[in-house]
């Protein structure tokens, strides 16, 4: 489910990662997020259209780098999760993607790693990770260095 872990502070920062099937790209930003804020701050993800599962090469890419979403089942997004969120990163949505007034909006334009191996997907993966630290240092949410 998307909403906040119970008794997780309510003040800290959300971020929605949407992409179409919420299988790859916007379950390992949500991956690499976690793992870098821990509960620092929030994070959902979810699709316009969500696939059964997760990309299993994006599960295997981001096993590489230590970071388990084997367990992460795509999710539809709603209203009220997208007006909950401070910060919503799209990653090729396009139109399907919601927009609110008085969010930030941030999008990010990376290959889908739908159809594809873990060798074409661990540049994809290792992208989102430069852009996930980055987002995190913009915010001032410490990130975790284990």
Not at 80 to 93: F, K, L
Request: contains cysteine; glycine residues 8%; proline residues 7%.
């Amino acid at each position: 489910m998307m909403d906040k872990h119970e008794g997780e502070q309510p003040d800290v920062p959300t971020v929605l990662f949407l992409c179409v099937h919420n299988a790859g790209r916007s379950q390992m930003a949500m991956g690499f997020f976690h793992h870098y804020a821990g509960d620092r701050a929030a994070v959902w993800s979810g699709g316009s259209e969500p696939a059964s599962a997760v990309n299993p090469s994006a599960v295997t890419a981001m096993a590489e780098v230590g970071i388990d979403i084997s367990t992460a089942t795509p999710q539809v997004w709603t209203d009220e999760i997208v007006r909950a969120a401070d910060v919503v990163v799209t990653m090729g949505c396009g139109d399907t993607c919601p927009v609110f007034p008085g969010k930030r909006y941030l999008d990010w334009v990376l290959d889908d790693p739908a159809g594809q191996g873990v060798d074409a997907v661990r540049p994809i993966r290792d992208e989102i990770d430069r852009r996930v630290r980055a987002l995190l240092e913009e915010m001032r949410v410490p990130v975790a260095t284990t």
